[in-house]
């Protein structure tokens, strides 16, 4: 019986860590259905774009208040956890402040986790009343109806408990350690949770052993609950951001990505030695050149960039907050793009769980269940929302291979469009004059 807490603790933090790996596992299945594309180009910049974006948090703090906040939650759910360590090794090895040994040193880490703690309760408070009491537009549009804001708050509540747990036992160990309890010695400092002392006044060394393990216990079970939420949140982006932006584009935000079949078809069209008509060579053709399908329109045809992108949205709703094509009205959200793209992708691997590993058809796609055509020709490719994002996501990216599908795989393009596209291919412009005529107005003077 005396290795009982041991035991448990150790069933407790096998069961979280494990079914931790099965989600990450099936995570990165998910990801693994998108086509492969090569991100092995400019690798010092994807380091410095990670170590800029991801841990130095730039892009978070253009938008000063929203970004400070942040900063010191990213800052507490880092720091603090170098707490939980200790936690794990006391609760596996059944000691006590195992680290107290390392005397100034552990004084100066307990006060920084405190101080820290209380900072991060002040921040959730601010973030809470931001999202439900003075609602700012970019929380409580369309988009982000049902479990998205629920998750929201959850995820705060989440953080307000954990730190008043981390304080709590704080405060009952500090009671403890003057009360002179056995296995209580005098180790740490308290400068946040020495001021909940009044509270622990007159209560018995044995109640306030139950207040403090019953705190260190719910602390860490409650850590191990939250890691495993993140699986189901969009709080996902606090272990994702680093891939996410290492993998992010390193080429200009303006540059085109052309299909490669296409450019290679354009190249033959151009080469005045060429026979458009001859057969391709089997010896040099390259099958990759030969896409199954031009563009995207499910989750499958996209790379598995865009959908480790979409697993990374933080629901921040910069990018809708930025797009011109939002803020006069029409339907375009890059944010909902993301949080569709992320559902459709969860639906097709649970569709694979379902069968055994194999998709079946399931009738459904990104394109029209999920995205509407009016939605994506909304987009002015202005790349705001990419600029917008703070962890390297390129709404645009989806977009622009849907749009790809419906023109070379559907000719679904716009009349607008369509009319351009004609003028080019007649005219060489996308004006509906003959070539020769295209100088006429310099006449009319």
């Known amino acids: 019986m005396a290795y009982l807490p041991q035991i448990l603790f150790a069933i407790a933090l096998i069961a979280g860590l494990g079914y931790f790996a099965f989600n990450v596992k099936k995570l990165r299945r998910n990801i693994k259905l998108g086509r492969t594309v090569d991100v092995s180009d400019d690798k010092s910049q994807r380091w410095k774009n990670m170590a800029r974006i991801a841990l130095g948090q730039s892009k978070m703090v253009t938008r000063p208040i929203a970004g400070f906040l942040h ?17 794990m090794i006391d609760g596996l090895l059944g000691t006590h402040r195992i ?3 390392l005397g100034f040193t552990y004084d100066v880490l307990i006060g920084s986790f405190e101080i820290l703690a209380f900072l991060v309760l002040v921040a959730v408070i601010v973030f809470w009343i931001r999202r439900n009491v003075i609602k700012i537009k970019r929380f409580i549009s369309k988009d982000l109806k049902g479990w998205p804001k629920s998750d929201g708050n959850i995820i705060l509540y989440f953080e307000v408990v954990l730190m008043c747990l981390f304080l709590t036992m704080n405060g009952a160990d500090l009671q403890l350690q003057l009360n002179g309890a056995d296995h209580y010695a ?21 109640t306030l052993i139950i207040v403090e393990r019953t705190a260190w216990w719910l602390h860490i079970l409650g850590i191990l609950v939250f890691l495993n939420y993140l699986y189901f949140s969009k709080h996902l982006h606090i272990l994702l951001a680093f891939p996410n932006t290492y993998y992010g584009r390193v080429k200009p935000q303006g540059q085109f990505e052309n299909l490669e079949a296409v450019t290679n078809e354009v190249k033959l069209m151009m080469d005045p030695d060429a026979d458009p008509f001859a057969a391709p060579d089997p010896a040099t053709e390259d099958e990759a050149d030969v896409p199954a399908k ?6 499958q045809d996209l790379s598995w960039v865009n959908l480790l992108s979409a697993y990374t949205c933080t629901e921040c709703g910069r990018c809708t907050s930025e797009c011109p094509a939002n803020q006069t009205g029409k339907k375009l959200s890059p944010r909902k793009i993301m949080m569709d793209t992320r559902d459709r992708l969860e639906e097709v691997g649970k569709n694979i ?13 990104l394109l029209n269940d999920y995205i509407t055509t009016e939605e994506l020709w909304a987009c002015t490719s202005c790349n705001a929302c990419v600029e917008a994002c703070p962890v390297s996501i390129s709404p645009l990216d989806i977009i622009m291979q849907m749009r790809q599908y419906l023109v070379m795989e559907q000719s679904a393009a716009p009349m607008e469009l369509n009319n351009m596209m004609t003028n080019v291919e007649n005219n060489g412009a ?4 003959n070539q020769m005529d295209r100088l006429n107005w310099k006449n009319e003077a």
């Open 71 to 87: 900063v010191i939650v990213y800052v507490g759910f880092v720091v603090i956890n170098i707490e939980v360590l200790e936690i």
């Open 99 to 101: 680290f107290a040994p």
């Open 186 to 206: 005098t180790a740490g400092s308290f400068p946040i949770s020495q001021y909940l002392l009044p509270l622990f006044d007159g209560l018995s060394n044995a």
């Open 294 to 299: 031009f563009g995207a329109s499910d989750v």
């Open 353 to 365: 769980d379902a069968n055994k590993g194999a998709f079946k058809d399931d009738g459904k796609q």
């Open 430 to 433: 996308p004006w509906p004059y």
